[in-house]
Nanobody, 126 residues
Framework: QVQLVESGGGLVQAGGSLRLSCAAS????????MGWFRQAPKKEREFVAA????????YYADSVKGRFTISRDNAKKMVYLQMNSLNTEDTAVYYC???????????????????WGKGTLVTVSS
């Protein structure tokens, strides 16, 4: 069993930065691939970034590539999403996700995801 709790959301001006954190519980955290998704108002949830269990492989949505960086610290059971050059289109609730299969996250297979956090709101003002 893995529980995920996101933090770090808030209000930021366009062009600014935020770092989201996802704290995980459970002894098997290091065996899970991790990812971030987001859901903007009146839109479907979408894939943002993923990282393999070892941290050696990362994947990004085209919309955030070059601006966002996903990382993890298995010793601390933490996953991070560093977000730079934010714009108003990044406004959304950001969710942390965990799955034993990296492909599940990269493919955005929400129904097949093992675990989800409850989300943290990021609001980017113009």
């Amino acid at each position: 069993q893995v529980q995920l709790v996101e933090s770090g959301g808030g209000l930021v001006q366009a062009g600014g930065s935020l770092r989201l954190s996802c704290a995980a519980s459970g002894r098997t955290f290091s065996t899970y691939a991790m990812g971030w998704f987001r859901q903007a108002p009146k839109k479907e949830r979408e894939f943002v970034a993923a990282i393999s269990w070892s941290g050696g492989n990362t994947y990004y949505a085209d919309s955030v590539k070059g601006r966002f960086t996903i990382s993890r610290d298995n010793a601390k059971k933490m996953v991070y999403l560093q977000m730079n050059s934010l714009n108003t289109e990044d406004t959304a609730v950001y969710y942390c996700a965990a799955d034993r299969r990296l492909n599940t996250i990269v493919a955005g297979n929400e129904l097949g995801m093992d675990y989800w956090g409850k989300g943290t709101l990021v609001t980017v003002s113009s």
